[in-house]
């Protein structure tokens, strides 16, 4: 398909949820190597710390092999991540419609700012195409069970941040 046979997928990743990793299992469809990778913005408040949305990633995914499947972060341009690792394509996941004008707009700044690297759009399984980071957190912060969502460690970590969270507001 593309030269390099490698894509980037940047995302937030607070946290992983099972919809995500149905758009790295089909990407692999595509793509020989997948480098998921947290994008770092200081600006943004997130539940999990870049160290904690690692691991919950790693273990999100490691039914997939490690020599196609890597975990990283990166601060600054998804682009610039991208040409660094030698990847041509961006993979961003899609769910019925809210997605499409963000990822629209972000696909054509991209295209803007590097007219080599491509965006490359791909959706979850239907199962999970009501699944966010943010409905899961929601969820998990009013105490749903989210166990089929997400990975076993990350509804562990959602409860336990939540048990924490709420023991403090107690105090
Ligand atoms: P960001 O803050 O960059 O949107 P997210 O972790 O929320 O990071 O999402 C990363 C990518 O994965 C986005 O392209 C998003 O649309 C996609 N995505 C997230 N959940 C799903 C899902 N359930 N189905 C398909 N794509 C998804």
Not at 85 to 103: K, S, Y
Not at 142 to 162: I, M, T
Request: neutral net charge; charged residues 25%; proline residues 4%.
């Amino acid at each position: 398909m593309l030269p390099s046979h490698k894509a980037v997928y940047p995302g937030s990743f607070d946290p992983p949820t099972l919809g995500h990793v149905s758009v790295v299992k089909r990407a692999l469809n595509v793509f020989d190597k997948i480098i998921v990778a947290v994008a770092y913005n200081p600006g943004k408040k997130t539940l999990f710390t870049v160290d904690e949305r690692l691991e919950l990633l790693r273990d999100s995914l490691a039914a997939f092999p490690a020599s196609r499947v890597e975990v990283d972060f990166f601060q600054g341009l998804t682009v610039d991540y991208a040409r660094s690792q030698g990847a041509r394509a961006v993979l961003r996941g899609l769910r019925v419609l809210a997605d499409f004008d963000f990822e629209f707009q972000l696909a054509m700044m991209n295209n803007h700012i590097d007219h080599d690297i491509q965006s490359v759009f791909l959706m979850a399984d239907h199962q999970w195409f009501f699944v966010s980071s943010s409905i899961v957190k929601e969820a998990a912060m009013f105490g749903a069970d989210v166990d089929k969502l997400v990975s076993p460690l990350v509804a562990e970590k959602l409860k336990a941040k939540f048990d924490r969270s709420a023991k403090s507001h107690l105090i």
